[in-house]
């Protein structure tokens, strides 16, 4: 029952890092933390599935796995973020590429002899730690109250902080986004944690600070700098002086903008109301040669170096001859990251996008890039595809959530012979690799899948990125 503690021996992982222990008579517990191989003692924190199965968190290794290391970040036990931080890198790396060969097999149906030689070894990532160029912080209120921190929440805890802007920062962002977080706390502690300047309280609607968001890029001179969203709530003259005060504050910052006031919750930034409250609101992210401007809280690749890998293997997965004479659609293209990055190699790229926003990003990206060929749509893709040029190449990278199924079967109505599918989901990916082979029936192209190559974007953590190739039968 909840609350119960047991001696648990870790056999295997699930997807998204948890690891899978059964007591005697097959019963089955979800340990978060749990390395197979190891021996622990987990406390019971629910019972799932009508009581078929258990959900735990470690207390204490009995009997670690070999792999075992020590986690260098002093916040690593209450945080949640780096939940692989005390296993050995290259081990990290097996565990990544065992848990898509799993997928690949029990959800895309990939035949067992085969799949070990489709999942590629996955690509390491150079850095292990400051490899993140994006980081997102939440203020709360201080201790009794009073005051205000700026921290992470622990997984799966809306209500916990873990204080991180003093004194020891985070591992996995860049050494200047540190600096800005110094001096927003130094800034807020120097004015007596104003009331003007108050952490935004859920349960009340009160208070102006929300969230921080802190993107890194190096600049056409080689300087590092840094863009920062002070995530505000709706307020008045005094509170918008103070904010811009705090603005003005953080070092070494190219922009800080305010995303205006969301919703009652706190939630809700959607973009359309920044106000630059200091500086400029972009900064410039290049990748193999392309520069794109980017607000703080633009979605973009957060790890830069990986990045450059991980467009590399879809530039390669995607088989351009070098006469230049393929035709490229990039669906969910967002501000065009990929589609503009394989530019070069096609005649021409026709990104679709469901955002408006990112369109006009992307078109705004190719013409500063003097990229000619590339052409950004929004809608429809069942009715615009009718007003495009058969591709010979897809490339889809969707949100967590995969392709909807409609979506499927317009990819295989459009039968193009290729498909590049990148996912940070394989689960859901491998889910839409079973409907694009057609094990699901229907109509259209069928499709093979060649191969796969996971790459590891970020250390320390369960996640993945797959890059899947799959032919046209």
Excluded at 80 to 87: A, E, L, P
Aim: with cysteine.
């Amino acid at each position: 029952k909840s609350g119960d503690v047991l001696t648990l021996e870790c056999t295997s992982l699930a997807f998204g890092g948890r690891g899978v222990c059964k007591l005697p008579g097959g019963f089955v517990v979800f340990c978060d933390r749990a390395v197979p191989g190891e021996t622990l003692e987990a406390r019971v924190t629910s019972l799932k599935g009508g009581g078929r199965f258990a959900e735990a968190t470690k207390v204490s290794s009995i009997s670690p796995c070999e792999h075992r290391t020590a986690a260098p970040c002093p916040h690593f036990e209450r945080c949640g973020g780096c939940t692989w931080q005390d296993i050995a890198y290259a081990h990290q790396l097996t565990m990544k590429r065992d848990q898509v060969v799993d997928v690949m097999t029990r959800v895309a149906k990939v035949d067992q002899t085969r799949v070990q030689n489709i999942v590629g070894d996955c690509v390491p990532s150079d850095k292990t730690e400051r490899y993140r160029n994006k980081m997102e912080f939440a203020f709360g209120p201080g201790a009794n109250g009073r005051g205000v921190v700026i921290g992470l929440r622990p997984s799966g805890n809306h209500s916990d902080l873990v204080e991180i802007g003093n004194p020891d920062g985070c591992l996995l962002q860049h050494p200047v986004a540190d600096e800005v977080l110094r001096g927003c706390r130094a800034h807020l502690d120097s004015n007596g944690n104003s009331s003007l300047l108050d952490a935004f309280n859920r349960r009340t609607g009160e208070g102006v600070l929300r969230s921080l968001t802190v993107r890194v890029a190096v600049d056409e001179n080689g300087e590092t700098i840094a863009a920062v969203d002070i995530a505000a709530a709706t307020r008045g003259d005094d509170e918008d002086a103070a904010l811009r005060g705090l603005a003005e504050a953080i070092a070494k910052v190219r922009g800080v903008a305010s995303s205006g006031g969301g919703d009652a919750d706190g939630e809700g930034w959607s973009g359309e109301d920044v106000e630059v409250l200091s500086g400029a609101a972009t900064l410039p992210m290049k990748l193999r040669g392309v520069t794109f401007a980017l607000s703080a809280p633009s979605f973009f690749q957060t790890n830069t170096d990986q990045a450059e890998k991980l467009v590399a293997a879809v530039e390669d997965a995607c088989g351009f001859s070098g006469d230049g004479t393929e035709v490229v659609l990039d669906l969910f293209c967002g501000v065009g990251t990929l589609g503009l990055c394989v530019a070069k190699k096609a005649k021409h790229v026709f990104g679709w996008e469901v955002v408006p926003e990112a369109v006009k990003d992307a078109e705004r990206n190719a013409e500063a890039n003097g990229i000619t060929n590339a052409t950004f749509r929004r809608g429809d893709l069942a009715k615009l595809k009718a007003s495009l040029p058969g591709p010979d190449i897809v490339i889809a990278d969707p949100a967590r959530a995969g392709m909807d199924e409609s979506l499927v079967k317009v990819l295989r109505s459009i039968g193009a012979e290729r498909i590049v599918y990148v996912s940070c989901n394989p689960a859901t990916q491998a889910r839409d690799l079973l409907r694009l082979k057609g094990g699901d029936g229907g109509e259209g192209a069928r499709y093979d899948v060649r191969y796969c190559t996971p790459v590891d974007m970020f250390p320390h953590t369960p996640h993945v990125e797959t890059v899947v190739v799959l032919d046209r039968i």
